[in-house]
């Protein structure tokens, strides 16, 4: 019931259960089904539903009042300075970050942090987003995210990763005619990071025979290593140069980047364990960025 009454809270800021959606990664329905079932408990309506918004009525607004209390105060149990604290975090995270540089950070903030617990959420960047928005958890590692922030977050940056072009061993190494030649595993369009590659198609003018859609780098990787196809995917994070029967290109135009980052409520960040995990975090990304300019510049020198 919590979650209903965030979903609520921001319906009701927004006038629009679209909106509401939008900022907490739910489809308008999803945000509807939650409200109806809110209101069938409470016993009333809380909305004046319209064509295209919706107000709220004498009863929500009541209601909204009562419901920012409500969660505040459940947010203010969740920090309970009574019990002993564990610097215990909820954090989610990509799976590209898990599968790459968190374990060796996670190392490192137990080193400094021994006592802490952490939860870590898998999912991908919009989920992540919502559930950081709606305090389900207290950061994420994620793909910075192209709308502006609500003011209680920060965007902390950590590393670009660049995107490659992969294909089979022995296909052309000329992007354009590789994928006029083979079929095409694209980088889901609904993630950041394959809205990315979607644009930067459109923009060189370059077609694609699609055949599959993914959200997941590291699965694309493996179908281009059995012979499934090509992809553009980033390529920092994922073993590319380690997986057998893979040929990388450089895309033509430029680099093309993602920046992934921590998306943190403010309030968190004062607390050290988080603060702590912000810096083993950075750390590693960092040892990656080095790792990626070395590999750039011997490559210029072949």
């Known amino acids: 019931m919590?979650?209903?009454?965030?979903?609520?809270?921001?319906?009701?800021?927004?006038?629009?259960?679209?909106?509401?959606?939008n900022r907490l990664g739910l489809t308008?329905?999803?945000?509807?089904?939650?409200?109806?079932?809110l209101e069938d408990e409470l016993g009333f309506a809380l909305f004046d539903r319209k064509a295209k918004s919706v107000t709220l009525c004498e009863e929500g607004r009541h209601a909204l009042e009562q419901a920012a209390q409500i969660l505040d105060l459940f947010d203010g149990m969740k920090r309970q300075r009574g019990f002993p604290d564990r610097g215990g975090l909820n954090i989610g995270a990509i799976s590209t970050v898990q599968a790459s540089f968190l374990p060796k950070a996670l190392q490192q903030f137990r080193r400094v942090?021994?006592?802490a617990s952490i939860n870590i959420a898998p999912g991908v960047s919009a989920e992540l987003l919502a559930k950081v928005d709606s305090h389900e958890l207290d950061m994420a590692v994620m793909i910075k995210p192209r709308l502006g922030l609500p003011p209680d977050l920060k965007w902390i940056p950590l590393i670009s990763e660049h995107y490659v072009g992969i294909a089979p061993k022995g296909a052309p190494t000329d992007l354009p005619e590789l994928l006029r030649t083979h079929p095409f595993i694209r980088y889901d369009r609904r993630s950041p990071g394959g809205q990315l590659v979607d644009r930067y198609l459109k923009q060189h003018g370059l077609s694609t025979m699609d055949t599959m859609e993914l959200d997941e780098p590291s699965v694309i990787l493996n179908m281009v290593s059995e012979g499934l196809g090509c992809s553009i995917i980033p390529g920092d994070l994922v073993p590319v140069k380690q997986t057998r029967g893979i040929s990388v290109l450089g895309l033509p135009g430029g680099p093309l980047v993602r920046e992934i980052g921590i998306l943190a409520r403010l309030a968190v960040l004062d607390r050290p364990s988080a603060q702590t995990l912000v810096d083993s975090l950075a750390a590693q990304a960092s040892k990656i960025s080095g790792q990626t300019k070395r590999r750039a510049a011997r490559a210029s020198h072949l």
């Open 28 to 37: 308008q329905s999803a945000v509807s089904t939650q409200i109806r079932r």
């Open 2 to 21: 919590i979650r209903y009454l965030r979903t609520f809270v921001v319906a009701a800021e927004a006038e629009s259960f679209s909106a509401a959606g």
């Open 113 to 115: 942090q021994p006592a």
